[in-house]
């Protein structure tokens, strides 16, 4: 190996070494991106059916869900998480609808949005009876607004 | 047996202050004091040049490291402690709401100050030629002010903090493809909660602060390597001229330089750093004293600590007057009516009202730029006032349009967001 060889040999090395720290280094930035969350759980009973009343919506604040029970259709679970920025809408029961207290967006009963700055309507979701006749919401399962449990009395 | 002289003498070594030479060397053989030139201009410290924006804010951020570091020793980030500190900290610790008070107005003040030293700095034009880079140097220094203030307000952990946090980091969202991870990543989690009050937390008393001192030292280099304080050039050359100093460095291109002068050798610059009187250290360098010189001891120093003065007086009366505002505990339950950012971020919440992403990410991040490219992109070489009409015109619209916005956010804005002048109340909502 002459001087030219060893070299570029040298600098080829240095090269890989460096590479290999800054990947390294690279990797050690999704240390960052939590691995566990001690959040609440998405999967969660709230109670029999008989501790909701019919018309207007019930709002379980801890959870940030609207239940509505209808006289012959039945449950259907809303998230009371406005789709702007966040924050808890209300429900007016003057008007019928649920009104954000941040942006002023306002959603019909539907969750629709009827007026205001956010982009999308309420999301709903998925609400079943479990076997010990509790009613369980799924969060992570989105479910379209026409969506109902009906429960057996 | 050593005496106390001798060791005053290994700490200081510098000839009396009642000589040139000493006062030169105070300024030169100190850690401290040698971000300043050993000679200021009198000119450069005229108090309608700068209004001493720069110092204030440097002086403030003094004052905030003093109180958070305090406030630091009774301090816990985890929810269930936080709020029960902050009330310790207002009825119970020795001084605490007053360290409070005093950081808490300090930072308001902070990022007054900040915004028009940026205004003062504009209007001046003293962010041209040489001086570009140090004007985006202090555009970062503004958003790292913004984001200090912004983390440290989630810490007290009450409804307005919490809700202040949640809008703001729901605007974060809005960013395109990364915007649901740089969320996740912020608040160390889904939701305002334990994750997020302890990165807030390390980012406010860690991270932020650190970066501030880094580019705060960039600046201060900057201004001495530029050239030293701004000052209204455009006047001084009325009166003559040419100056007959020789350029030293890349300085200013404004006179034509003379061939005959410059350029010794073209990779080579040479500095004369100081002429004094008095027995010299080297060699003998003689010149013609420049009369509007004058050392800054005690000059400049003199007019420093005035302004110190000032400032740590003003904010400790007003926190002697008016107490830092704290709520009830943060109920993640129940959105305050209405729930507002804190008053510098209610511009961009006005403009969020509207559409979040166009008002929380994109006139924002256009703001930022323009702001940064700002001295690049205006090639006008006067710094007259006069012959710069039209830039002067589009940043104090620019400035107007974000006051405005914030005055509407602030005063104009009832429950709901309806607009509601701030004389009329409305009954029903709390």
Redesign the interface.
Known sequence: MNRRAFFNWSVAGLAAVWSAVGIAVGAVARF???SV???PPQNFKIGNPGDYSFGAPTLL??E?IFVFRDQEKGFAVASAVCT?????V?WFASDDRF??????SIFTANGEVAH??A?RGLEWFEVTQARDGQLRVDKSRVVPASYRLVVKA | MISISEVYRSIVRRDPLSTEKGKAELVFLNLWLHIHPVKVKKENFRIRHTWYLGFITFYLFLILVGTGVALMFYYRPYPAQAYQDMKDLQFVVFMGSFLRNVHRWAAHGMVICVILHLCRVFYTASYKKPRQFNWVVGVVLLLLTLGLSFTGYLLPWDQLAFWAITVGTNIGGYAPLLGAKIKEVLLGGHNVAEGALIRFYVLHVVVLPALVVLFTMLHFWRIRKDGGLSRPVWKLEEETTTEGLVQIGSAAASPPRNESVSAASNDKTYGLMEVVTGSPLFETVATEQVDEEVFSFPFAFYREAIAFLITLVSVMAISLAWSAPLEEIANPAKTPNPAKAPWYFLGLQELVSHSAFVGGVLAPTLMVLLLLAVPYLDSNPSRRPAARKWAIWIFTAFMLVNFVLIIVGTYFRGPGWALTPPWVHVAGHE
């Open positions: 960052l991106v939590p969350f001690y959040e604040p801890d940030k702007h920025l966040g924050c808890t209300q009104h954000c207290p941040c942006h002023g205001g700055p982009p």
